[in-house]
T-cell receptor, first 114, second 112 residues
Framework: DAGVIQSPRHEVTEMGQEVTLRCKPI?????LFWYRQTMMRGLELLIY????????DSGMPEDRFSAKMPNASFSTLKIQPSEPRDSAVYFC????????????FGQGTRLTVV | TQLLEQSPQFLSIQEGENLTVYCNSS?????LQWYRQEPGEGPVLLVT?????EVKKLKRLTFQFGDARKDSSLHITAAQPGDTGLYLC????????????FGQGTTLQVKP
């Protein structure tokens, strides 16, 4: 398996523009997580899905952020409109729901909003 | 308030030295994980500890879960430059739903 695949790896956009980040989890995994990482706040959990259903989105900072998981092999995180303070590295991770499971991370998307 | 407090935040040492980093909480957990993250990559799991007082070894790394399952430590013996990275502890907020929460991490730099 190729692991968790995120795209794009880097994104530079202007303030006010819509940004869509994409994630393909590992086949067979039924949990998917979106995280944001900054120096100041560390690795923050934004939202996570179990079996394609959003379970907890309490970490989503504002209504400008939305996430979807239309099927087991694809998820998106959208920011509309984007702001400079959204600049960060966004990670997607997937895992199974059984036992003390391991989360497998993608390589992340480095977002810069200018 | 962070669920998991990691200390120290930064650590810079010479090759060959020993070090210990800590992960503390006021909550009790059924398990705790340690991940390492290298620049430009996502975190990678090192170990999961599940029993109070448990000690696990991974080559030169020794992980311990506190007796009360509220805290954990990671000890590295004879650190090498390849150990450089961000060390993160993580817990599942609810074992039934799988919400995985991380501490802020300890950044380790091992100089040759």
């Amino acid at each position: 398996d190729a692991g968790v695949i995120q795209s794009p790896r880097h994104e530079v956009t202007e303030m006010g523009q819509e940004v869509t980040l994409r994630c393909k989890p590992i086949s067979g995994h039924n949990s998917l997580f979106w995280y944001r990482q900054t120096m100041m706040r560390g690795l923050e959990l934004l939202i996570y899905f179990n079996n394609n259903v959003p379970i907890d989105d309490s970490g989503m900072p504002e209504d400008r952020f939305s996430a979807k998981m239309p099927n087991a092999s694809f998820s998106t995180l959208k920011i509309q409109p984007s702001e400079p303070r959204d600049s960060a590295v966004y990670f997607c991770a997937s895992s199974t729901l059984t036992g003390y499971t391991e989360a497998f991370f993608g390589q992340g998307t480095r977002l810069t909003v200018v | 308030t962070q669920l998991l407090e990691q200390s120290p935040q930064f650590l810079s040492i010479q090759e060959g030295e020993n070090l210990t980093v800590y992960c503390n909480s006021s909550s009790v957990f059924s398990s705790l994980q340690w991940y390492r993250q290298e620049p430009g990559e996502g975190p990678v799991l090192l170990v999961t500890v599940v029993t109070g007082g448990e000690v696990k070894k991974l080559k030169r790394l020794t992980f311990q879960f506190g007796d009360a399952r509220k805290d954990s430590s990671l000890h590295i013996t004879a650190a090498q430059p390849g150990d450089t990275g961000l060390y993160l502890c993580a817990v599942f907020g609810s074992s039934n739903t799988g919400k995985l929460i991380f501490g802020q991490g300890t950044t380790l730099q091992v100089k040759p």
